[in-house]
């Protein structure tokens, strides 16, 4: 308590918001957190106490003592180095925290709806306190809402599980079961801060998007119903590519284990537990794909920690669209999705210097590497790529665009389609179509970087949705934070009434999605309106008629 009253009388003397909100008493004890013109913040309380690695994390324990929520808490472990105002200052393995912003002096009566984000970063970096993540512009901008962002574990750390998925030391899925925690926190303690448990929205961007189908299809398989939330918003979620099956991720805990020189060993769970955190970083990072477990999901080749399906610790069944259309007369919650328009170029420029070419023989290669040989015409032909080895044309945006139609928008245009035949009349899609002028800011210096200027990048959403020019490095132009604005408002409205439309947001109006037009909004600066049918002929055509299978 007393090094955080000395943080605090630091925060006053540099001049940094120092006003202190009233305690409130939580299920774990008194918390207090700071008021600043925009909001009251409450930065980094314990949702749950830091179990053994690898093991479900534990419910918190009571405390007599005060805890001042005025500062973020340390990430998940990790080596984050890409993204600037995305990564935590630093790490640690005991991370299970969450910050909450509200509206200034809110009570604790208010019954405000809640919306919950889970960060992206692909399972590997990323955290809850980020700059970027700051809600407080969001909140103050946008009265009536309370934003909650979580902490979980990423990795190894996350997704490691012993070869007996009974074992409770290491059952898998415990970057899931981290965020199911925050969410159980949530219904139990966000009524102390002014929130409703029974008004609440989960949102995530790309990874963090994945998590939200995931639990949707978790609590539907249990419950069949959605227990934790009641509405839905995915930010370029890669919904084509598939969950790890149980002998995909055999093979790469195999790999991790023997890496860490703990395979074969009489106990693997506990020699793996004896490594420091920073070997079990380390090796977390150097698992490549094997050829037998590739050839049964390519594209999962860039993503070696990701959830697995049936593991009882948190069960899934079905990948991402199959679970959707299965399920789509039953899922009645209203949804939000969308895309950035050149969703595949920073993943492809991450695998594939900009500076090398990629020619004809090459960008053949990658199509048949990552989705079978077998279609390597078909796919060609649709997207012109010559067969001919002496053709000199550069396929770098032809690849990406490829992987953007695959994992991103044809998936989104099939569930859209799914579920608005179904029945389900609130279903909100969206294109978004604007770089940002600070975009070195944003995506940095990295080798991969200088396409995203002049590309809408995967995250290029981001800073327009949160708004955090008050704590981040990242600044608009005028146009910019109107634009900004715009976004906010509907993003929290559709929180407070599963509905992105209000007087108060900027026109047009966003149409639901329609089976007849395929409907989605154009969100950019100067023309936000509508696009018909995007990439949907013969693009999303074809990508149905051959499955979300790879």
Sequence with gaps: MIKQVLLLGFICIIGIKCELTEPIQISQGQVQGLRNSYADEFLGIK???????????????????????????????????????????????????????????????????????????????????????????????????????????????????????????????????????????????????????SNVTIWGQSAGAS????????????????????????????????????????????????????????????CLRNKSAADILKYSSLIKYDIPTYLNKPLTVGLPWDATLNLPSFYLQYGNVDFINRYACQINIPVIWGIDKDEGTLFIDEAVNKSVPLYSPVAIGIIGFLWYPTNVKKISKLYNI????????????TIAQILADYAFTCPMRNMSRALTLAGNTNIYSYVFDYIIQAVQLLYGTSHW????????????????????????????????????????????NFGKTGNPNSLLCTSPTWNTFSINTNTSLNLTLDTTGYVNNYRGSPFCDFWDSLGYIF
């Excluded at 990048?457 to 990242?474: A, G, L, Q, R, W």
């Design 47 to 197: 949702y749950g106490e830091c179990p053994k690695r690898f093991a479900p994390v534990k419910d918190v324990q009571p405390s007599n003592q005060t805890f001042y929520a005025i500062t973020p808490a340390p990430g998940c472990m990790q080596n984050c180095t890409s993204y600037p105002s995305a990564c935590p200052a630093n790490s640690t393995e005991c991370c299970f925290t969450l910050n909450i912003y509200r509206p200034p002096q809110t009570p604790n009566n208010a019954n405000l709806p809640v919306m919950v984000h889970f960060n992206g970063g692909s399972y590997t970096v990323g955290a809850a306190g980020v700059p970027l993540l700051n809600a407080s512009r969001l909140v103050g901008l946008n009265q009536g809402v309370i934003v909650i962002t979580c902490n979980y574990r990423l990795q190894a750390f996350g997704f490691y599980f012993s070869d007996n998925i009974t074992d409770s030391r290491a059952p898998g899925n415990v970057a899931l079961l981290d965020q199911q925690k925050c969410l159980e926190w949530i219904q139990k303690n966000v009524i102390y801060f002014g929130g409703d448990p």
């Design 211 to 270: 998590s939200v189908g995931f639990h949707m299809q978790q609590q539907f398989l249990k419950y069949n119903e959605f227990k934790l939330f009641h509405r839905v918003i995915f930010q370029s979620w890669p919904a084509g590519i598939q969950p790890r099956s149980l002998k995909q991720s055999k093979a790469y805990n195999r790999q991790f284990a023997e890496l860490c020189g703990c395979y074969p060993s009489i106990d693997v769970i506990e």
């Design 386 to 397: 010559s067969l001919l080895s002496n053709v000199t044309e550069d396929y770098h945006d």
């Design 449 to 492: 970087a200088p396409d995203c200027y002049t590309h809408v990048c995967h995250k290029s959403e981001m800073p327009f949705v949160f708004n955090p020019s008050n704590v981040s490095t990242i600044q608009f132009t005028d146009e910019e934070e109107i634009f900004a604005q715009s976004i906010g408002c509907r993003w929290t």
